[in-house]
């Protein structure tokens, strides 16, 4: 049995198609349409392009169904094929979530900051799983990039605008998920 096309993504997929592409693909996990081998085919075809993987994570990561609390071997499997985007977005992911519950919290915006806790907790989940090496030296260079406030990621977290406590709220998640 093959992945219909429809969930297959192709090079030049745009971010948008990409989020729709994994829109479908929950769908049909939800309703248990696809096996495991199918699913890694349609979230390897995702992950392999920066806008495919985005596209995957932005979903994923915020979706309001379980799926992505217990990752499918398939999923699992796919999110290997490709470390280096993955780690950087999980990464990322992770810092972002982690400063946008300080942020939703001050809001008292209590919904926002719990959605910004699930992607924060699905985030480390992935990584603490995948255990890419990729992910341990990303996750050590935002940690280096928090406490200095320079290296690979100063122009990260400075483009976000992140203060002390969102930056200690990072700091704190990505020693959490590297087990620090």
């Given at each position: 049995m093959s992945v219909p096309s429809s969930l297959l993504a192709s090079e030049s997929i745009t971010f948008e198609r990409a989020i729709e592409l994994t829109q479908s693909l929950l769908s049909e996990m939800e309703a248990d349409r696809l096996s495991e081998a199918e699913?890694?085919?349609s979230v390897a075809s995702l992950v392999k392009?920066?806008?495919g993987a985005r596209g995957f994570f932005v979903t994923?990561?915020?979706?309001d169904r379980a799926l992505a609390d217990k990752p499918s071997s398939g999923v699992l499997d796919a999110l290997q094929q490709a470390p280096e985007i993955v780690a950087e977005l999980l990464v990322k992911n992770l810092a972002m979530s982690a400063a946008m519950v300080v942020y939703h919290s001050r809001e008292q915006n209590e919904e926002m900051a719990a959605s910004s806790a699930r992607v924060n907790g699905r985030s480390r989940l992935l990584i603490q799983t995948l255990q890419l090496p990729a992910c341990q030296t990303l996750a050590r260079q935002m940690l280096a990039s928090v406490?200095?406030?320079d290296g690979e990621y100063a122009s990260f977290l400075d483009r976000w605008g992140y203060d002390g406590e969102q930056k200690i709220a990072i700091s704190w998640a990505v020693k959490e998920a590297m087990g620090s």
């Open positions: 699913i890694e085919q392009t920066s806008n994923y990561l915020t979706d406490e200095n406030g």
